[in-house]
């Protein structure tokens, strides 16, 4: 099994700063920001509002153009391989994300605020009752 790696609210609050920083730079217009609701509802919140954007679908069956996908780490691929189909222009994705694997082939529309030391199991905050943690 994995080491545990627990994340602290103030280390989240200073990875979506990152985050926003970075989704800034691309210099692109987000009308929304889709999500899933296992894992990617927290940091999607935290970034619409560092970003201004009002408006956050979760578990959608498409992904509408000019929405900015997030979670909260890019690791298997899995994830994103499945929202892939839900929009029409992939190549024109941005799945913005707390943490990407290190060591892990990520792709060009991944907008990541760290890099992982290893391979780390991540325990958020809001996932402490489920890890044992109060």
Same mark, same amino acid.
């Given at each position: 099994?994995?080491?545990?790696?627990?994340?602290?609210?103030?280390? +989240? #609050?200073?990875?979506?700063?990152?985050?926003?920083?970075?989704?800034?730079?691309?210099?692109?217009?987000?009308?929304?920001?889709?999500?899933?609701?296992? /894992?990617?509802l927290?940091?999607?919140?935290?970034l619409?509002d560092?970003? /201004?954007?009002? +408006?956050?679908?979760? $578990?959608?069956?498409?992904?509408?153009?000019?929405?900015?996908?997030?979670d909260d780490?890019?690791?298997? /691929?899995?994830?994103?391989?499945?929202?892939l189909?839900?929009?029409?222009?992939?190549?024109?994705? +941005?799945?913005?994300?707390?943490?990407?694997? !290190?060591?892990?082939?990520?792709? !060009?529309?991944?907008?990541?605020?760290?890099?992982? !030391?290893? $391979? #780390?199991?991540?325990?958020?905050?809001? $996932?402490?009752?489920?890890h /044992?943690?109060?």
């Amino acid at each position: 099994m994995n080491q545990k790696e627990y994340v602290s609210w103030n280390v +989240i #609050e200073s990875l979506a700063d990152v985050l926003a920083i970075k989704v800034k730079s691309l210099n692109l217009q987000f009308n929304s920001i889709s999500t899933i609701s296992r /894992g990617g509802l927290v940091p999607a919140r935290l970034l619409a509002d560092r970003l /201004g954007i009002k +408006i956050i679908l979760v $578990d959608k069956d498409e992904i509408p153009q000019d929405s900015l996908f997030v979670d909260d780490i890019y690791d298997t /691929g899995k994830t994103f391989a499945k929202i892939l189909p839900k929009v029409k222009d992939s190549d024109n994705l +941005i799945y913005a994300t707390l943490f990407a694997r !290190k060591g892990k082939i990520i792709p !060009k529309q991944i907008v990541y605020a760290q890099l992982t !030391k290893g $391979d #780390e199991y991540i325990v958020y905050p809001w $996932d402490r009752f489920e890890h /044992g943690m109060i």
